[in-house]
């Protein structure tokens, strides 16, 4: 057994990929014992917004996020920049000319 090469297991990718450019790894000296594919967490990271295609302007989109969320807000900026926290865009949404 003193001649076996050292195993382990690494927990992402990056780790994995260092490893294996070492010159312990490209000798022998040490073995990986899984090869890590992919992250399934990144391909989970695009979520699709909901589309709410009745909202047209900034005093629909304020009463919207009220009445969805109970959030108070003052201006149509503020309630699209809520309703992206919460996954809903508007994108009929005609803004005014001074609305902040």
């Known amino acids: 057994m003193p ?3 050292a195993r382990c297991m690494l927990r992402n990718e990056f780790y994995q990929d ?6 312990l790894f490209k000798r022998g000296v040490i073995k ?3 090869i ?3 992250s399934p967490k990144e391909e989970t990271k695009t979520v699709q ?3 709410v295609e009745e909202i047209t ?10 009445n969805t ?5 003052k201006s149509g900026k503020q309630a699209v920049k809520i309703a992206s926290q919460k996954g809903v865009e508007f994108p ?5 000319g001074n609305d902040k």
């Open 92 to 96: 009929n949404l005609k803004e005014k």
């Open 69 to 73: 969320w109970g959030i108070v807000v």
């Open 32 to 34: 990986l014992d899984r």
């Open 3 to 5: 001649n076996m090469p």
């Open 57 to 66: 302007s900034p005093d629909q989109a304020i009463e919207y996020v009220f």
């Open 36 to 38: 890590i594919e992919d």
């Open 49 to 51: 917004k909901q589309q």
């Open 18 to 23: 260092l490893l294996e450019s070492s010159d």
